[in-house]
Every structure is written in C-alpha cells, then in structure tokens.
C-alpha cells in the first residue's frame, strides 16, 4: 500500500468537502492510504504569495512540502492551482543554493525541507501508480450508458517537463482513459482545450470574457455532443462549471444544467459509497446521474 | 499605444524585474499569445507586449499596467514559447517588481494567510464538513505554537517585514 499526505488546500474542504470525501473513500479502496499534513497552509496560491515575493511563496510551499517529508510521503492534491503551485516550487528549490536560501527563512518557523518529498497529482497516482486494470478490477458499480465530455485540468499539463505526467506526447488522455474505465463513453467537441475560465484573477479582470468561456463551451457541447455530464478534475473548475450555469441561464431564454463531477467523485460511488457523502453539493441539480448508486 | 518619442527608457530595468537572462531572447513571435486564455479580456494580457515594456524600460507604462492580474496560471505560453522566456514566471515577476514599487499593489489576502493561513475558512466549515460525513481537519491554528511559528517565519520575509504594518495587530 502506498502512502501519501493529502494536501486539500482551501476551496475544497472548506467549500466542497464532499469532492475531499470522494477523494478518502476511493484512494482508500483502492489501497492508497492518505494521511493528513497537520499544520498545512495555503499553497501559496497564484494570486498571493507568488505574486509578490518569490523567497516568501517557496518558504510557504516548503513549509507544506516539509510537512509531508516529516512523515516521509510525498504530496497527493487534486486542485490544480495547489498542485502547480507546490510542483513548481519543489521544483525550482531543486536547485540547492535556492533551497538553502529559502532554509534560512524556514528555519524561523523551525521547519526544514531537504527537496525529498514531491507533489503528484490525484490523475498521477491513479493512472501511473494504481492503474487502470487495478481500478476496473475493484468496481462495484459502473458508468456504462453515460456520455461525458472531461475538462483537463490545465495546471497539470504545462509547463509538461515539470508538471507533466501524461505517458506520451500529443494530447493527452489520462483523465479520458480513466473515466472510460468506468465506463462511460468520452465525446470530444471543438472547445475541449479551451479554458474554464474560472481562475480568479481572470473573472476579477473580466467577468464577461470569463462566462463567455464557459457560455461558449456549453454550448459547443450542446451543439456537438449528447453529453450527460461534464467531468474534471480540479477544484476550480468543478465550481466555475457548475456555479456558473445559473447565472449563465439568468436572463438568457436558455437553461444551462449540465452536471459536473471530479472524476474522484465518480470513482468513489462506483467504490460503494453513499452519493449524500461523495456528491452532495451541486448548484446544477445532479440526481439524474446520482440516482443510479442509490 | 506608447509613444517612445516621449516614454522614459531605463535600458537595466529588466535585471531589476526578471531574474532570468532568457527574457533577452524573446523575439516577439507571439505564441505567447496565441494560446492564452487571458489575451482574450478586455483590456486583453499580451505577455509578449509587456516582455517588450519590460526589454525597453518602460517604468512608469510598467507600473500602471493591470493586465498581468489577469493571467489564469495555465502555464500554456511556458509551453509553447520557443526560446524559453517562460512568459508565465515573467508575468509574475512583473507582478512581484509592481508589489515591490506600490504597496497598493499588495494583494489583500496576504494578510489572510498570515492570520488563519488560508483563503478559505477551512477551520470553520465544520457543518458543510459534518453533512457529508467528515469531521475537522488538523488546520494550523488547531496548534497555536505551529501558527506563531508560521507567521514568524512569514515575518522573515520581505514583503511581510517591510509592511509589517499591515500583519500587526
Ligand atoms: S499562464 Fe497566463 S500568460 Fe501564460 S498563457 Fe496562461 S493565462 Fe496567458
Ligand atoms: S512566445 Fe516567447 S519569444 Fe515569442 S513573444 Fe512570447 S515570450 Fe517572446
């Protein structure tokens, strides 16, 4: 059995813990043991830290990452920001006169990071390290009948050679290919690659430009697939998504109610688990989907 | 459009700005922008435009510019960039030289995540966590040691001893 510290961030369990439910219940099943970082801060998201003192941005992702070497893990996240965040840093204090630099700063908070422990990916772990045939293999229930569209979560794809996990080049299919192993089928359309549009800084600067992204992505699915739900993997953009279609529909003549799931959500109800655990919180009404587990 | 008949130019100022040499390379290709989200808002982020601001020495044009807010951190232009300028770091180092130069730059929830550490109110979500099943998380102010160690720590940093005004209290 493998053994990681779960890092949540913020949104997640303060907004959605039912997505870090998910997320317990089917690594666990899956013989993933998560363990808790006791004492963990704010990643540092993009829009803090990192954007105004580098040395104070990898001192608050070294105290993270330092937590999880203390326990000797490395780092499971599943929000995308919270991952590119600390891959990123773990990956600038490679370098030793950097990581030495940002020991000093460290030290004040009696913490110390020897650039052992690193961030994977939740679509990491359950592609390179469980498996696809592992997770097939320990199914109660599947998908069969549904078709999804997925959003790949754009943090965990580039820069590739330091957040990359994708097993070759060309577009990737990790998220797909782990959703048809639960099987339901995939539809592509047009507007796959375009953004959500739900980073923060982004619908601060320009909100209309922000719901047009998701406005126009709906409704290249509309047009295009036979969609029943969208599936992605990353905080932000399950709640762009699905918060989002209600103001979208808000004066519009056209009602947008597509529901969204994190992949572990769909992982751990076709594990067993109880949807009023896992899938709890929507604004796009989801029971047609969630009916199935009851 | 900037009139550089007129614009003060500070040929250094991008040792000041951007730690990377790389920067010095940046051709003005463009594909920087052609798969960036936020090229799309209005007033539209053109990272090769502000790598130009930057080259040139465009101080004060530098200091006024928003657009580099409005980056979604997809890290596509790291991607594609073809001489490894790496536009994404480069925007956040433009925004770290404007913290550095107009404290009204600094982002409001610094001081949230010196306080309580996160950007949401983890350690108080505790009936949203209840109705699904989960009890509290071992967030940092569970051990005030660990969080007067965390913020002592932050205060060994820059931006926070240099402002400390606005941590305190
Ligand atoms: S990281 Fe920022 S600047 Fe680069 S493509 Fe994405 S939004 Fe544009
Ligand atoms: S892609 Fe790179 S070289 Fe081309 S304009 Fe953008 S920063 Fe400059």
Known sequence: MSKYGLFLGCNTPALRPDVEHGIRYSMEKLGVDLVDLPGYVCCPAFGTFPSSDEYAQLAVNAWNLSLAEEQGVNLAVQCGSCYSSLRMGSHIMEEAPKREKVNEILAKGGKHYQGKARPHHMLDILYNEVGVDRIQGKLQRRLDGLRAIVQFPCHTLYPSDVVGFEPDKGPPHVLTDLLEALGASVEHYSLEHQCCGGAGGFHKADSGAAHGFLKSKLDAIAAETEADLIVVSCITCLMWMDNQQKTLSEGNGHSYSLPVFDLNQLLALCLGAPPEHVAAISTVPRERITDRFK | ?169
């Open chain 2, 1 to 169: 459009m900037i009139d550089l008949e007129q614009a003060e130019v500070i040929p250094d100022m991008w040792r000041e700005v951007f730690e990377s040499e790389d920067i010095r390379f940046c051709f003005n290709c463009g594909s920087c922008i052609s798969v960036c989200p936020a090229s799309n808002a209005d007033p539209p982020l053109l990272i090769r435009r502000l790598a130009r601001m930057v080259l040139l020495g465009l101080e004060d044009e530098l200091l006024d510019e928003d657009t580099p807010w409005s980056c979604v951190s997809c890290s596509k232009c790291e991607e594609v960039c073809p001489m490894g300028v790496r536009p994404f770091e480069l925007g956040l180092a433009i925004r770290r030289w404007q913290v550095r130069n107009d404290e009204t730059r600094i982002p409001p929830s610094l001081v949230e995540l010196y306080k309580e550490g996160y950007t949401q109110p983890v350690s108080r979500a505790l009936e949203t966590r209840a109705a699904v099943g989960l009890g509290e998380l071992p967030t940092i102010d569970k051990d005030p040691e660990l969080l007067k160690a965390y913020q002592k720590m932050l205060m060994a940093t820059d931006v926070v001893s240099n402002n400390d005004y606005m941590f305190k209290g």
